[in-house]
C-alpha cells in the first residue's frame, strides 16, 4: 500500500470514492459540533479539524466549564468522544449511512450531558440531503480510511515544514469539512477585494469573510470533478496578474484553468526519490508565483528556509 522509497500509500480515488463521500459527510457533522460550540474565530478557523496520530479531532470544544473532544481514530476505526469530567464515549466507523452516524453521535452526546445543536444540512455539497434522512451515503472501507489517513499525516508533516518558513500572518494547517481540504494559508497583511461567493451551500458572507484579505493558500484533497485523483494545489486570492502563467515546479506540475489553481498529482509527489522535496517545491515556487507577481513585501514576510529544521523519514 506504500509508495516506493517512503510512506506516501497509494489513495487512487476511484478505488474509494464511495468511502470518501460517505467519511466527507461525517466529517461535516463532527466540524458542525465544533462550530455549534466554539467561538467564532477570523476565516472560519473554529470550524476545522486537525491531523493526529490516530486520526482527525476537533480539539478541545468549550462546553460551560468543562471541554470534550471528537475524534476520527482511524487505527481502531471508531469515533472517540472524551470530556474533561473524564467520560468518554464512542461510536464505531463502519459500514452505515450517514442517517445512522448522526443518530449514534447524538446518542453519544447525550450519554455524556453535552447539549449540542447544528445545522442538519451539509455544506458545500450540490443537493444536499439532512443529515439525519441520509441513507443513501452509506459506504466505509477501513482500509482506505486508513489509507487517507496515512497520506494526511504526511501531506501533514510538510505543510507545517512550509508553513514554518513564514513569519507573517498564517493559519494553522487544518481540515476543512466543507471541501474536505487540508489547507495552510499565508496572508500578505493587506485587504483583499469582495469574494464573489457563489459556493453551494455556504452562505456568501462566510466565503467573503473567509478572503477578506489577500491569501496563497496551499494544501491536499482526495479529488474531485475535472482533478479526479488525489493532488495537492495552491492558489492565491485575489490571483494577481499573470499568475496561471508563472512557472512553477517540479516537473508535472501544471495550472488548471478550471479550479484556478496549480495543481501537483500525489502520485507525483509519492513517488517521488525524495517526496518530501517535490512537494517542498511545489508550494514554495507556487507561493512565489503568487507572492511576487501579488508585490508582497517577501523580506518582511518570510523567513530562511535553511533556519527552519526538519527531519524526513528515511528511505
Request: aromatic share 14%; hydrophobic share 40%; charged share 25%.
Amino acid at each position: 500500500m506504500a509508495s516506493s522509497a517512503n510512506h506516501w500509500p497509494d489513495i487512487p480515488l476511484a478505488a474509494w470514492r464511495d468511502t470518501f463521500a460517505t467519511l466527507h459527510l461525517w466529517t461535516q457533522i463532527v466540524g458542525k459540533i465544533r462550530l455549534a460550540k466554539s467561538p467564532w474565530l477570523n476565516h472560519s478557523w473554529h470550524t476545522t479539524l486537525y491531523v493526529t496520530s490516530r486520526g482527525l479531532t476537533t480539539s478541545p470544544i468549550p462546553d460551560d466549564t468543562r471541554t470534550f473532544e471528537l475524534e476520527f481514530n482511524f487505527v481502531e476505526h471508531r469515533l472517540d468522544i472524551r470530556s474533561s469530567d473524564g467520560r468518554h464515549d464512542e461510536v464505531p466507523l463502519r459500514p452505515q449511512s450517514v442517517a445512522t452516524f448522526y443518530r449514534l453521535v447524538t446518542e453519544a452526546l447525550r450519554r455524556l450531558d453535552l447539549d449540542v445543536h447544528i445545522t442538519r444540512k451539509p455544506s458545500e455539497v450540490v443537493d444536499p440531503i439532512p443529515f439525519a434522512e441520509d441513507e443513501v451515503h452509506r459506504s466505509y472501507d477501513a482500509e482506505y480510511s486508513h489509507r487517507f489517513w496515512l497520506a494526511l499525516v504526511q501531506a501533514d508533516r510538510v505543510l507545517k515544514i512550509f508553513r514554518a518558513r513564514f513569519t507573517g500572518k498564517a493559519s494553522p494547517v487544518h481540515y476543512f469539512f466543507g471541501a474536505g481540504d487540508l489547507a495552510v494559508t499565508r496572508f500578505s497583511g493587506r485587504l483583499a477585494p469582495a469574494h464573489p461567493g457563489g459556493i453551494p451551500n455556504l452562505p456568501d458572507w462566510i466565503t467573503r469573510e473567509a478572503y477578506s484579505h489577500e491569501v496563497s493558500s496551499c494544501g491536499f484533497w482526495p479529488g474531485s470533478g475535472a482533478i479526479d485523483y488525489p493532488a495537492f494545489y495552491s492558489y492565491a486570492y485575489p490571483a494577481p496578474a499573470g499568475f496561471g502563467e508563472a512557472r512553477v515546479g517540479p516537473d508535472g506540475a501544471f495550472y488548471s484553468k478550471d479550479y484556478g489553481e496549480f495543481i501537483l498529482p500525489y502520485d507525483r509527489v509519492a513517488r517521488a526519490s525524495s517526496p518530501d522535496d517535490t512537494l517542498l517545491e511545489f508550494l514554495q515556487s507556487t507561493y512565489e508565483a503568487a507572492a511576487t507577481s501579488g508585490g508582497w513585501d517577501r523580506a518582511a514576510l518570510e523567513r530562511d528556509a535553511s533556519a527552519v529544521s526538519r527531519r524526513a523519514p528515511a528511505p
